[in-house]
């Protein structure tokens, strides 16, 4: 019996070791992003928001409309509060991913968007169809644009209020016709916001709006 006491003691705490260690497992270095996030700030053009790692919570949202689906990013770092959104074609294989990662990275490089769970040690790869993969160690889901929303705080993060709006809209009535510019950005307040396009849509931003 006292074996079996001192057994299930030193399983209990090597269990809560375990868990321990998990919820602090430091940000992943097996790959080296500075070299790609140095690369895409010294060239990327002005619409397009500032390269940046944060770690922090994520919490992950979908929306699928038509033939499209929406990826909603909700980053919360240390003084740091970005809304990212992917936007795909349903033909393309599905993105699975959690809807929340508690301790996570998030690499925003202009038309790139990497997610490292650090708990589970995995990677999620983003990228705007036709643009350069930066990080060629990961194999990137392709999709239509990538939105960057910057928030001055937690309470704007959650509710996206107080912003003006960037979209892709499809080029009309093909890719030959009516094609503006890959980028556009726009600010209100203390937050902005910036999206980059695949061929054959348009980046266009709105207005300040409370909606």
């Known amino acids: 019996m006292l074996k079996l006491k001192i057994f299930a003691t030193c399983f209990s705490l090597l269990w809560i070791l375990s868990c321990s260690e998990s919820k602090l497992l430091p940000p992943d270095n097996s790959i080296d992003f500075s070299t790609a996030?140095?690369?895409?700030?010294?060239?990327?053009?002005p619409t397009q928001h500032k390269g940046i790692i944060v770690d922090g919570s994520i919490k992950i949202h979908k929306y699928t409309e038509g033939k499209e689906t929406k990826l909603v990013f909700l980053v919360t770092g240390a003084n740091e509060y970005r809304k990212y959104q992917f936007q795909y074609d349903n033909a393309q294989v599905e993105a699975n991913i959690p809807s929340l990662i508690r301790n996570g990275r998030s690499i925003y490089l202009g038309d790139n968007l990497i997610i490292f769970d650090n708990e589970e040690q995995k990677h999620y790869s983003f990228i705007v169809e036709g643009f350069k993969n930066r990080v060629p160690q990961l194999s990137p889901k392709l999709g239509i644009g990538l939105i960057s929303i910057i928030f001055d705080n937690q309470k704007a993060l959650?509710?996206?209020?107080?912003?003006?709006?960037?979209?892709?809209?499809?080029?009309?009535?093909?890719?030959?016709?009516?094609?503006g510019t890959s980028t556009a950005s726009c600010s209100c307040g203390g937050n902005?916001?910036?999206v980059t396009c695949r061929n054959c849509y348009n980046a266009t931003c709105t207005q300040c709006s409370q909606e």
């Open 192 to 194: 902005s916001q910036s």
């Open 37 to 45: 996030l140095e690369t895409y700030n010294n060239s990327k053009n």
């Open 158 to 179: 959650e509710k996206a209020a107080g912003t003006c709006s960037c979209e892709c809209k499809e080029c009309w009535p093909d890719c030959n016709s009516n094609c």
